[in-house]
């Protein structure tokens, strides 16, 4: 299938190497275009100048770009891919943001005969070079069912979840779920260091028992080691909790954990962990 994608980040780039590798033609943009120069050496595929030029003629456009504003630039600016767009060709867009822009841009795509998919993932860095991503979608079945096949080349798990914007709000689920467990797991570390037991020893067990989880097993030595270079930073993690409490005001949800550890969080960055990974909660405590 002829295929773009914009935005060659640390999720993006391995996406778009997928594509390529299961044999899609693949056009792809970078604002920085030092790196999707690197891409066309590694994999077979063209670049583009603009995103409207990269999305030209492609029956499925991918975006993966930072948040909101980002995902407006590219997606409905003036070199925007919507301007160029074929008439029944579809934007899976990647990025974690607002369902309120999936929405936005839902609209708007269907005013102009096209398609869109929100469908942002979980499974970081690893996850995407891996190309075992979950996907969380939101959109119309025929549109998914036509995607999913090309989607499959990076992920584990892709699911349609409902109308535009579903895909968001399940992403905003599991980052709820994942900012309490975090929190939950670095008072479990710090306790065992207070206490004078053998973290690694303590966590060696209990990570096979009702406590375990996937931060548990991946995380718990760097935790107890310190080391927070480990995939999603506390930067993202903001942004995602953000716009999760946002919508939690709009919809009645109460999230008082995840707030509160949203402004955990905010002490992190202020100790100058914001590239650090959202395991590095443990170091406010610890400190
Ligand atoms: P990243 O490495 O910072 O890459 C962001 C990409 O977006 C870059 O290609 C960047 O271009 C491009 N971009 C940003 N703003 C742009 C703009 N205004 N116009 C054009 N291009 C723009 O980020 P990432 O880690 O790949 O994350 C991408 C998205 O996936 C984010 O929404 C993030 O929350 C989500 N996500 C990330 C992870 C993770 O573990 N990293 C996991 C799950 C979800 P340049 O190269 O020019 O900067």
Redesign the pocket.
Known sequence: MKVAF????????PMAGHLANAGHDVTV????TA?ADKWCQEYKGARAIT?AEAARNAEIVFS????D???R??VT?TQGVFSSMAQGATLVD????SAEVARELAVIAADKGLCFLDA??????A??ENGV?SIMIGGDEAVFDKAAPVIDCYAKSAKLLGPAGSGQLA?MVNQICIAGLVQGLAEGVHFAKQAGLDAAAVFDVIQHGAAGSWQMINRHQTMIDEQFDF???VD?MR??LKITLDEARSNGAQLPVTALVDQFYAEVQKMGGNRWDTSSLVKRLDS
């Open positions: 914009i935005g060659l980040g640390v999720m993006g780039y943009y970078n604002r920085t790196k995103p993966c770009v930072g948040n504003d980002d995902l630039q590219v600016g990647h990025t974690t943001a942002p993932v979980s499974g970081g860095q996850g995407a991503l992403k995939g999603f930073a993202w942004k995602d």
